[in-house]
Every structure is written in structure tokens, then in C-alpha cells.
């Protein structure tokens, strides 16, 4: 059977290179309508060329959810994935275009081509390369594919609540995947929630002359007092209340972690750091990274920030801040938390816009999908595969699997130096075809896994 798909993917990599690269030309940031419909045309053509059943919902003008369904058994795998991007700014740090993908030195450079493109694309070509060289699918495979997953999956429940009978299954298989700097497949059940806010002071009706800054209030300053009441300097939140739903890990959940490996120096090279933050040792930062919420400055403005010299004060300042959730916290309960202790602090002139949220899923470790996926990832790649309890990102897996309290796990070929975000994003061609087995493999042994 591994000759015969070899054989198969050695035989169509040509064209299914080419279709990665025509799904990532498609410009499909938040808010590009055109762009976004037609990649939800191009991943609906492609499940049907697959042998899909397929189907769009949609809310008004929002992005369409495209829906593919194919095979039959006992069980039903749900395929949660997304066709939108980041958006690619700042475009001058591409060093080629970044909706022009570019093959070089065995990687594909475009942005989505890792978040999520290139995930999704894989799994429905392993949809084709099963029935080419194995025959009927032994499970139901149902694609749930979003187009605003990046701008917080803002309708995505309303359009399941459509048909509760999309939730129904046994498992679902995440978005992303990746492996460690070693090659080691990392399988990750969850991921993080969160919550994004706009934080805006206004002191003035306009800015001032800085001479008069002994006497006028400035809203920078008044933004960065606020700004510090959030967050100690060991990285603690300092709202009350925030961590009173948190989850506790098991015993289970937090040996798995201790197994991992952090990859420390690989972490300090790639983003040319000498140490974490909050002092963190490699031990506390790998544990936080999966069991602690965060409060993070994503960015902020005031005043005059272009080339050369303006002596003014803000009349004005922003900042917009996430905060990434563990289970059981509720975005919506942040957000209440975060009002009240704006307004305890002296605050209540501080605008807090909310933007994002979303809950966050942790899965069960010990599942028939994730053993299966376990088991394929190690045989594609030839090397042990770790189990994380969750990933630092968000992913809309409680709308999905919080109803039947479903296993999720990722299987992939993200790798450190993917740049999932970032400018000059990409893959690694030989991780893809591995993933790609992987997946194919995923597929048939989720029928019969104990």
C-alpha cells in the first residue's frame, strides 16, 4: 500500500504543487470579499474533484462555510479548516510577492501557504490519493471550512446552529500541525481562546503645543498608566477575577508536557532573544505555554509617529491588546472583568472596544483519533510524535467539538521557521509530502483504532 501511494504522489506531485500555489494566489485577507468568495468557490471545486458531496452556508454578505462531505463507516472525522489569511503587510519585508508563491531551496514562500492553506489542500488531496490507491473511504470525512477563522470565526456558530448535525462525530481533526526543530511531529488537541480589545484614552479634543504639557493631560501617558495595571512583572494578570474559571491541568496533561521537548536554543536563535519573558526558565516557559492565559500588547499608537520632528501632545491613544485564554475561561466574562477593572482603577474614561473572542477547547489525551494520528505521524515521519494538550493559538474547536465533548488533534508539517504571520511565510515540500501520507494514513486507520 505505501509503494502504491508513493507511486501515486510521485506521479500527480507536479499538479498538486501547482494547485498549492493557485489556492495561495488567492489574496484572501479579512474584509477582501471578492478574493475571499472566490477561494470559497476554489475549495468547494476541489472537494467535488474528490469526490465530496459539498455545500456553502452562509450569514448575509459574510464569508461562506464550505461544507464536504465523503465516505461511510462508523465513524465520522471532522476536517475543521479555513481559507482566509493574515493580512501580508508589511509587504516590503517579502522577498517575493506574497500572493506570488515562490519554490526555493525546497520550501513554497507565500502567505497562507503554512496558516492554513497548505494544511487544508493536503488533507483534500489525501482524499483523492485514498480512493486512487486504497479504494473507498472507511470513514465519513466531513470538511468544515471557514473563511474567518483570522478575524475570530465571528459567524461560524450561528451557521453551525444551521445544522446541528455538522457537530455530530467522533472526532474532529484540527487545522495546522506541525513538527520541532528535530523533525518530531508535535500533535496538538486544543488551542487557547481569546479575547481582543481596543483600549482608547482621549484627553483633549485635539493635540496641543508640548509646551503646554506642564498643564494639558496627555493621553499616551494616561494609556500607559493603564496599560501597566494590567499585568505584574512576572507576567501575572492583575484583573480580579480573571483566572477564577481557569482549568486545572490533570496529572496526565501535565506529564505530557514535561515530556516535550521545548527546544529552548532553537526558540532563542529564531527570534534572536537571550532570554523569555518574565524571567521565565525553559521549564515555566513551556509550562506556561500551554496552561497559562496571557495579556499581550499587540499594538499601540499616539500622537506623531512619522520621519522627523513634531512637538505635540496626544490628544488621543490606542492600543489594542489580546488576551489568549485556557479552558474553561469565557471571553465574554474578560471582557466584563476587564470594564470593571478599568472603571475600580480610576479608568472610566477608557474606551474598551471589544473586537475578538473566542472560547477555549483543551481535548481528551487519550482518544481513538488521536492514537490513530499518533500512529500515522510517526510512521510518515520515522521518528517518536509528542502529544501537546494544546497550542498558544486560537482555533474555533469549541464551536465544533464543545457540544459532544469531541477529541481534536492536529497533523501537519508546520516547522519552526514557517512564519505562520509573518512575512516571508512558508513550507518545507518534503514536510508536505509526508503530511500528505500521514493523512492518507490518518484516514484509514480512525476506522478500526481501539
Same mark, same amino acid.
Given at each position: 500500500?505505501?509503494?502504491?501511494?508513493?507511486?501515486?504522489?510521485?506521479?500527480?506531485?507536479?499538479?498538486?504543487?501547482?494547485?498549492?500555489?493557485?489556492? &495561495?494566489?488567492?489574496?484572501?485577507?479579512?474584509?477582501?470579499?471578492?478574493?475571499?468568495?472566490?477561494? @470559497?468557490?476554489?475549495?468547494?471545486?476541489?472537494?467535488?474533484?474528490?469526490?465530496?458531496?459539498?455545500?456553502?452556508?452562509?450569514?448575509?454578505?459574510?464569508?461562506?462555510?464550505?461544507?464536504?462531505?465523503?465516505?461511510?463507516?462508523?465513524?465520522? #472525522?471532522? &476536517?475543521?479548516?479555513?481559507?482566509?489569511?493574515?493580512?501580508? $503587510?508589511? #509587504?516590503?519585508?517579502?522577498?517575493?510577492?506574497? !500572493? +506570488?508563491?515562490?519554490?526555493?531551496?525546497?520550501?513554497?514562500?507565500?502567505?497562507?501557504?503554512?496558516?492554513?492553506?497548505?494544511?487544508?489542500?493536503?488533507?483534500?488531496?489525501?482524499?483523492?490519493?485514498?480512493?486512487?490507491?486504497?479504494?473507498?473511504?472507511?470513514?465519513?470525512?466531513? !470538511?468544515?471550512?471557514?473563511?474567518?477563522?483570522? +478575524?475570530?470565526? @465571528?459567524?461560524?456558530?450561528?451557521?453551525?446552529?444551521?445544522?446541528?448535525?455538522?457537530?455530530?462525530?467522533?472526532?474532529?481533526?484540527?487545522?495546522?500541525?506541525?513538527?520541532?526543530?528535530?523533525?518530531?511531529?508535535?500533535?496538538?488537541?486544543?488551542? /487557547?481562546?481569546? =479575547?481582543?480589545?481596543?483600549?482608547?484614552?482621549?484627553?483633549?479634543?485635539?493635540? @496641543?503645543? *508640548?509646551?503646554?504639557?506642564?498643564?494639558?493631560?496627555?493621553?499616551?501617558?494616561?494609556?500607559?498608566?493603564?496599560?501597566?495595571?494590567?499585568?505584574?512583572?512576572?507576567?501575572?494578570?492583575?484583573? %480580579?477575577?480573571?483566572?477564577?474559571? $481557569?482549568?486545572?491541568?490533570? +496529572?496526565?496533561?501535565?506529564? *505530557?508536557?514535561?515530556?516535550?521537548? !521545548?527546544?529552548?536554543?532553537?526558540?532563542?536563535?529564531?527570534? %534572536?532573544?537571550?532570554?523569555?519573558?518574565?524571567?521565565?526558565?525553559?521549564?515555566?516557559?513551556?509550562?506556561?505555554?500551554?496552561?497559562?492565559?496571557?495579556?499581550?500588547?499587540?499594538?499601540?499608537? *499616539?500622537?506623531?509617529?512619522?520621519?522627523?520632528? /513634531?512637538?505635540?501632545?496626544?490628544?488621543?491613544?490606542? @492600543?489594542? $491588546?489580546?488576551?489568549?485564554?485556557?479552558?474553561?475561561?469565557?471571553?465574554?466574562?474578560?471582557?466584563?472583568?476587564?470594564?470593571?477593572?478599568?472603571?475600580?482603577?480610576?479608568?472610566?474614561?477608557?474606551?474598551?472596544?471589544?473586537?475578538?473572542?473566542?472560547?477555549? =477547547?483543551?481535548?481528551?489525551?487519550?482518544?481513538?483519533?488521536?492514537?490513530?494520528?499518533?500512529?500515522?505521524?510517526?510512521?510518515? !515521519?520515522?521518528?517518536?510524535?509528542?502529544?501537546?494538550?494544546?497550542?498558544?493559538?486560537?482555533?474555533?474547536?469549541?464551536?465544533?467539538?464543545?457540544?459532544?465533548?469531541?477529541?481534536?488533534?492536529?497533523?501537519?508539517?508546520?516547522?519552526?521557521?514557517?512564519?505562520?504571520?509573518?512575512?516571508?511565510?512558508?513550507?518545507?515540500?518534503?514536510?508536505?509530502?509526508?503530511?500528505?501520507?500521514?493523512? $492518507?494514513?490518518? =484516514?484509514?486507520?480512525?476506522?478500526?483504532?481501539?
Amino acid at each position: 500500500m505505501t509503494d502504491q501511494l508513493d507511486r501515486y504522489l510521485d506521479e500527480h506531485r507536479d499538479r498538486f504543487v501547482a494547485e498549492l500555489r493557485e489556492l &495561495c494566489a488567492i489574496p484572501c485577507e479579512t474584509g477582501e470579499d471578492a478574493a475571499l468568495e472566490a477561494a @470559497a468557490r476554489w475549495c468547494s471545486d476541489r472537494l467535488g474533484a474528490a469526490g465530496a458531496a459539498t455545500r456553502t452556508l452562509r450569514t448575509g454578505a459574510e464569508p461562506a462555510l464550505v461544507v464536504g462531505e465523503t465516505g461511510s463507516g462508523k465513524r465520522t #472525522l471532522i &476536517c475543521v479548516q479555513h481559507y482566509d489569511v493574515q493580512p501580508a $503587510v508589511p #509587504l516590503e519585508l517579502w522577498q517575493t510577492p506574497p !500572493f +506570488d508563491p515562490a519554490v526555493r531551496d525546497g520550501a513554497m514562500f507565500a502567505r497562507g501557504v503554512n496558516d492554513n492553506k497548505g494544511h487544508l489542500l493536503l488533507r483534500i488531496q489525501a482524499l483523492e490519493a485514498y480512493r486512487a490507491t486504497r479504494g473507498e473511504l472507511p470513514i465519513r470525512v466531513r !470538511f468544515l471550512i471557514e473563511g474567518e477563522e483570522e +478575524d475570530g470565526s @465571528a459567524h461560524l456558530a450561528e451557521l453551525l446552529a444551521r445544522d446541528p448535525s455538522l457537530t455530530d462525530g467522533d472526532g474532529a481533526l484540527k487545522e495546522g500541525g506541525g513538527i520541532d526543530a528535530a523533525g518530531r511531529p508535535h500533535l496538538l488537541l486544543g488551542g /487557547k481562546g481569546i =479575547y481582543y480589545v481596543e483600549l482608547r484614552a482621549r484627553t483633549m479634543n485635539r493635540d @496641543a503645543h *508640548s509646551g503646554g504639557a506642564t498643564y494639558l493631560p496627555n493621553a499616551a501617558w494616561r494609556l500607559i498608566d493603564v496599560l501597566q495595571t494590567l499585568v505584574d512583572g512576572n507576567g501575572r494578570i492583575l484583573i %480580579d477575577g480573571f483566572y477564577d474559571d $481557569v482549568r486545572a491541568p490533570t +496529572d496526565a496533561e501535565l506529564a *505530557s508536557v514535561r515530556a516535550l521537548p !521545548f527546544e529552548a536554543e532553537d526558540k532563542r536563535r529564531i527570534h %534572536d532573544i537571550t532570554e523569555f519573558a518574565w524571567h521565565r526558565d525553559e521549564n515555566a516557559a513551556s509550562m506556561a505555554a500551554i496552561f497559562e492565559p496571557t495579556c499581550n500588547i499587540c499594538g499601540i499608537w *499616539s500622537g506623531f509617529t512619522g520621519i522627523g520632528t /513634531k512637538t505635540v501632545i496626544p490628544a488621543e491613544a490606542t @492600543a489594542k $491588546v489580546d488576551f489568549r485564554l485556557v479552558a474553561d475561561q469565557d471571553p465574554a466574562r474578560i471582557r466584563d472583568l476587564l470594564r470593571r477593572h478599568l472603571d475600580r482603577h480610576g479608568f472610566s474614561d477608557v474606551e474598551a472596544a471589544s473586537k475578538e473572542g473566542t472560547r477555549p =477547547y483543551r481535548g481528551r489525551l487519550d482518544d481513538p483519533v488521536v492514537r490513530a494520528a499518533k500512529a500515522a505521524a510517526e510512521a510518515a !515521519f520515522g521518528t517518536e510524535a509528542f502529544i501537546v494538550p494544546t497550542s498558544g493559538g486560537t482555533s474555533p474547536m469549541w464551536q465544533v467539538c464543545g457540544k459532544r465533548k469531541l477529541a481534536n488533534v492536529t497533523l501537519g508539517m508546520g516547522h519552526p521557521g514557517s512564519g505562520a504571520h509573518a512575512p516571508n511565510e512558508n513550507i518545507l515540500l518534503d514536510n508536505y509530502w509526508r503530511a500528505l501520507r500521514a493523512t $492518507v494514513d490518518l =484516514y484509514g486507520r480512525y476506522a478500526t483504532q481501539a
